[in-house]
């Protein structure tokens, strides 16, 4: 096999393998109430000071609407909180519960432990390089989400 078929097999199955094993390694028994979309807007909410709900919208990508259905059920699950600010009633904040802090603890060391493992024997020109090539997949898919939402507005 050349170079391109290795690549491209070994894209599209790490791209598989990721979202598998996320979902196997996060959905523990501890966390058996929530999906995967779940740990990632609890991990776009954060452990830092509250977030509005349109900075986390945007930050996932996701709707007004589409965020919302998922907050409401992590609040019912008692993973995140909603505050209204007191200064615009407008103004929506989420932040974790200590339920969501612990999820967020779990998910943040998965990600950890996969980065630890792909660094572990690289030199610092590898590591290096090895970025640079995920900088340039992340550019490439920017690219074509960046056209995608052209051509539907069109």
């Known amino acids: ?15 598989n393998d990721i979202l598998d094993i996320e979902e196997k ?6 966390f058996r109430d929530i999906s995967v979309t ?5 991990e776009h909410i954060g452990i830092g000071e509250p977030k509005t709900m349109s900075t986390i919208s945007k930050s996932l990508g996701v709707t007004m ?3 919302t259905i998922g907050i409401n059920g992590l609040v019912k ?11 615009d009633r407008r103004i929506v904040y ?11 603890k779990h998910h943040m060391n998965f990600h950890k432990a996969m980065i630890n ?10 590591a290096a390089i090895l970025t ?11 690219q074509w989400t960046h056209n995608a939402n052209n051509d539907d507005s069109e």
């Open 117 to 126: 493992s792909v660094m572990e024997d690289l030199s610092e020109e590898e």
């Open 25 to 30: 390694a996060l959905i523990t028994e501890e």
């Open 132 to 142: 640079k090539t995920f900088v340039r997949l992340e550019d490439f898919f920017g």
């Open 38 to 42: 779940d740990m990632h807007i609890i």
């Open 1 to 15: 096999m050349g170079t391109f078929e290795v690549l491209n097999t070994l894209l599209v199955k790490l791209f």
């Open 77 to 87: 699950k008692g993973y995140v909180e909603r505050n209204r600010s007191e200064k």
């Open 94 to 104: 989420a932040s974790l519960t200590r339920k969501g802090f612990a999820a967020f």
């Open 65 to 67: 609407g589409t965020l």
